[in-house]
């Protein structure tokens, strides 16, 4: 029977529990998101650290078994940055990268800004 560790409570959690490359890239990232959106609020979303601002989710990131990724919580954004995005290894809604290559500082910027533009048209969720 296998069992599953427990859901992280926070992202410092998430990132003590993943190897010490991929910790460091997602690091990295983590801080790069919160320059961007520094009011940005963290809290963690399907198991993985993400952000939040005005109850929407902005962007996630993760450590998989190869490879580290963001996670923009939208599909047209990743298809609309496609250009921006070539050479990256992209899905739907996912952008892999190797804990030794992250994502450029500028790349993340966009990505979040754009992410907080998408944020604002649908405006806040009301509870």
């Known amino acids: 029977m296998s069992v599953r560790p427990p859901k992280p409570v926070d992202h410092d959690e998430y990132l003590a529990r993943i190897p010490a490359n991929q910790r460091a890239a997602l ?8 320059k961007a ?8 979303a399907w198991q993985m650290p993400s952000f939040r601002v005005e109850g929407r989710l902005l ?11 963001l996670y923009p919580m ?7 940055m496609a250009d921006q995005l070539e050479g990256l290894d992209t ?17 993340v910027r966009r990505i979040v800004k754009a992410r907080l533009a998408e944020n604002r048209v649908q405006g806040p969720i009301r509870r």
């Open 27 to 34: 690091q990295k990232l983590r801080e790069q998101v919160r």
């Open 37 to 44: 959106a520094p009011g940005a609020e963290e809290c963690v």
């Open 59 to 69: 962007v996630g990131y993760a450590a998989a078994r190869h490879h580290c990724a």
């Open 74 to 80: 939208s599909p047209d954004l990743v298809q609309e």
């Open 91 to 107: 899905s739907k809604g996912t952008i892999r990268f190797q804990p030794e290559k992250p994502l450029p500082a500028a790349l």
